[in-house]
């Protein structure tokens, strides 16, 4: 009898569509793939995108949804020495790039959104070349958060900001990528300003990941305090997750050979940037779409042998999904929401 494995499915028809599903799982692995147990699950803002219908459209058949998983190696296919049964694993949410630059054929092959299935399931088969093995200082729920998020931050800061110590960051708001973003820069000695409304999240941000300052974005002077805050000179590396208008804001925050890491679209997809600034000033803007297999292990190694403990506002129950996506459409989380597919 063929086994019965339980999954959320989208039709990027809005979240009211997601819905809990029962469908036959495979019995056979092709020589490369890995069965794996999913565990915990992590959620990201593009999950609730591809849920409305606004990354990829409709999904016409429905998908599995989302991009961010912890689990364990049940079995393996034929010519896979790379991963073991038993194994704690993560996996990389653009499987095909492997490594150096991201190639057009390859991002499609990004999980959860654009017609291919995501994680959110009792049972997934992945290419064993997409999956890492786990740091040993994480829980599942811990481990899920790194796939997107992390990396995300990872790449921003160190892949392609160069962050070093002695240098200074801004990073925007208090999402996944941004309390990520803050504790790599602390592991790395690097001074932070980080933007929030709230007094309280500001408070939080100081007293446990060490932020040397915080800023609220509504206040549209926040470039010149950046500026006092650094003697004059702005920040090295900004992690850009508003884009819109705060963007330009951002570049006119940068010091002298500044990069800026540009992710999420929160306050618009056009933004007015000064040209002239950007040319004196050396600026260098990246958009970060995603890292591939082989940065998703350095930065998995460096979370172990930093130990850093990823911050989790919440975890979910694997029937509470509904709530966990709109808890994180609510924008009250600091840090990562999380569903735990089952228990360890």
């Known amino acids: 009898m063929a086994r019965k494995i339980r999954c959320y499915k989208t039709n990027g028809e809005g979240l009211a569509e997601l819905c809990l599903v029962q469908q036959s799982g495979s019995d056979s692995l092709g020589s490369d793939q890995v069965r794996v147990a999913v565990h915990a699950v992590s959620l990201n803002y593009r999950d609730l995108l591809v849920a409305r219908g606004a990354y990829g459209g409709p999904q016409n058949p429905p998908i599995i949804a989302a991009s961010d998983m912890s689990g364990v190696v049940l079995e393996v296919g034929s010519d896979v020495h790379s991963v073991k049964v038993g194994e704690h694993v993560i996996n990389a949410p653009v499987p095909a790039w492997l490594d150096g630059r991201l190639q057009r054929n390859w991002s499609r092959t990004f999980v959860g959104g654009q017609g291919t299935d995501g994680v959110l399931a009792e049972e997934v088969i992945y290419p064993a070349s997409g999956l890492v093995s786990a740091p040993g200082n994480t829980s599942h729920e811990q481990a899920a958060t790194l796939v997107v998020a992390g990396l995300t931050a990872w790449a921003a800061l160190v892949t ?12 925007h708001g208090t999402g996944g990528v941004a309390i990520f973003a803050a504790q790599l820069a602390a592991m790395l000695g690097v001074q932070v300003i980080q933007t929030t409304s709230s007094s309280e999240k500001s408070k939080r941000l100081k007293q446990t990941l060490g932020v040397a300052e915080t800023l609220d974005y509504r206040d549209k002077n926040w470039p010149d305090q950046v500026r006092d805050l650094t003697s004059g000179r702005g920040v090295d590396i900004v992690v850009e997750l508003a884009g819109g208008d705060c963007l330009g ?4 925050a940068c010091n002298y050979g500044g990069r800026v890491g ?8 056009e933004s007015r940037i000064n040209v ?6 050396q600026v260098s803007l990246r958009g970060i779409y995603m890292e591939s297999v ?19 506002d919440r975890i979910f129950g694997f ?4 709530a966990a996506y709109a808890y994180l459409e609510s924008q009250h989380h600091f840090g990562k929401v999380v569903i735990r597919v089952r228990d360890d």
């Open 294 to 312: 082989a940065e998703l292990d350095r930065f998995a190694r460096a979370v172990e042998a930093g130990k850093l403990t990823p911050v989790i």
């Open 276 to 281: 002239f600034s950007l040319i004196m000033r």
């Open 249 to 252: 804001r951002s570049i006119e």
């Open 262 to 269: 540009v992710i999420g679209v929160l306050d618009g997809l």
């Open 160 to 171: 392609h900001g160069a962050a070093s110590p002695g240098k200074w960051a801004l990073i």
């Open 319 to 322: 029937d509470d999904v509904m």
